[in-house]
């Protein structure tokens, strides 16, 4: 005759033995009475589903992957405070009317890139689609067929052009367009062109017989140029830098130069070379930025207060010239090799083990694709991503050949300590 089974534990026992797992009690309340209906009577496999969900939530990681900005890892790395008080979003505090929430960093950031307006979405697909719905819907747009591309996670422009119930016209071929290709397009019968997009092919490069079309020639036609620059680099010239621009930008558009070239409108990701929040941002002439503020899209793409203010801090840190110091993603790139070296030989002192070895960082998130920075990392016998994340704050790592290894320029100076713990956790 078989044992009578176990009598299940109690819901509140159950629960109890969860609360080191620091999730809220009534949560793991639930957890326990879903366990107990499954049949899960085992108080440590029940604990372990809890402390699994409780991994799967959001918070800091230590990038160590070397990729400066990683889609993964949330890109730009940006702080994020602000008092539990009510802010001026929609307050002119000057005249104590109703205000614009875009008033304030849309001036700042056309000051920036030296255009007359903008104004600001919750991110750079958002942006295009706004500008083409706002100012191309049941019209054409001209599209190189070299740029009618897909860029990252499912942006693709057709698609995009779509939605926005613009009208996509093929221009030239994919490896050369030129200005005629468009005159010709421009000038066919039916022809109703609302505006010319050139798209910056971020995340790959065409080499060899190639031809493109500037945005300058392109502002010779007489029809606005948009410009989808994607990176957010705000100046060719970097002027926040010490130095000359870093080598490795070369080749990559920069907002204020494509203004300055004649293009109408510029649009750019907020959370990759600006180093800011999360968001997209279209500059240019301000009568083609107030049809994109007039626009219903606009109401529905806009993003909160909070993006906005951190926004708001990197563009006054651009304009103060203290990028460089106050913008984390530019702090990354600035860090010197001689003080990568210096903190990678302390973190092999502290742990005893490990090899510093020079190595290649990405700036990442499509931007200045097969470009590297020049970096230093650890590198340490096996495969240990798995418990380099179990720590807390968990590291993201990688791993080459059979080795781990742990690039210095993404990880902020103050985080060495956690490295060194996390790999001292991951002896096998
Ligand atoms: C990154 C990128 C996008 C998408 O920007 P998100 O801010 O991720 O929406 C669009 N166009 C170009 C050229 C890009 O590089």
């Keep these: ?51 699994d969900l409780r991994r799967g939530l959001l918070g800091p990681v230590i990038n160590a992957t070397g990729v400066l900005l990683h889609t993964n890892l949330g890109r730009a790395p940006l702080a994020l ?4 008080r009510a802010m001026n979003l929609e307050l002119d505090i000057r005249t104590g009317e109703r205000g614009s929430r875009f008033a ?4 700042l950031l056309a000051r920036l890139c030296g255009s ?20 191309a819907a049941g019209r054409d747009v001209l599209v190189s067929r070299g740029e009618s591309v897909e860029i990252g996670g499912g942006f693709r422009v057709p698609e995009v052009m779509e939605q926005s119930g613009a009208r996509l016209v093929d221009v030239g071929t994919t490896n050369r367009t030129r200005l005629a290709d468009y005159a010709r397009a421009l000038s066919l019968p039916g022809a109703d062109v609302a ?17 493109a079309t500037t945005v300058h020639e392109l502002a010779g036609l ?27 930008l070369a080749g990559e558009p920069a907002a204020r130069q494509t203004l300055a070239a004649g293009a109408g409108l510029v649009t750019f990701s907020g959370d990759k070379l600006l180093g800011g929040p999360q968001a997209g941002i279209i500059v240019g002439r301000a009568d083609l930025v107030e049809q994109c503020r007039r626009h219903p899209l606009a109401r529905a793409l806009r993003p909160g207060g909070h993006v906005l203010l951190a926004l708001q801090r990197t563009a006054l840190a651009y304009l103060d010239r203290t990028a460089v110091t106050s913008v984390p993603f530019w ?17 092999v002192a502290a742990l005893g083990e490990g090899e510093m070895v020079p190595t290649d960082a990405v700036p990442g998130a499509g931007s200045a694709p097969g470009a590297t920075l020049p970096s230093i990392g650890i590198r340490l016998e096996g495969d240990r991503l798995a418990e380099l994340r179990r720590h807390d704050p968990p590291v993201i790592a990688r791993v080459r050949d059979g080795c781990t290894f742990v690039d210095l320029r993404t990880v902020h100076e103050g985080d060495d300590r956690d490295v060194v713990a996390a790999l001292r956790d991951s002896r096998h």
Aim: net charge negative; with cysteine; proline share 10%.
């Design 81 to 84: 405070d602000h008092p539990a």
């Design 222 to 248: 007489g029809i606005p140029v948009v410009a989808d620059i994607g990176s957010g680099l705000i100046d060719a010239n970097c002027p926040w830098l010490p130095g000359p621009p870093p080598a490795w």
């Design 331 to 347: 702090q990354m790139v600035s860090e010197s090799l001689d003080r990568l070296r210096a903190r990678a030989a302390a973190i």
């Design 195 to 211: 505006l010319a997009l050139k798209v910056h092919p971020s995340n790959y490069r065409v080499e060899g017989f190639v031809e």
């Design 1 to 51: 005759m078989a044992a009578p089974p176990n009598r299940p534990p109690s819901v509140d026992a159950l629960a109890r033995a969860m609360a080191s797992v620091g999730l809220p009690h009534a949560l793991c309340v639930d957890l326990a009475r879903e366990a107990i209906a499954a049949g899960e009577h085992d108080p440590a496999a029940v604990i372990g589903r809890a402390a």
């Design 116 to 135: 007359e307006s903008a104004i600001v979405v919750n991110n750079n697909a958002a942006a295009v689609l706004l500008v083409l719905a706002a100012l």
């Design 104 to 107: 304030a960093v849309g001036a």
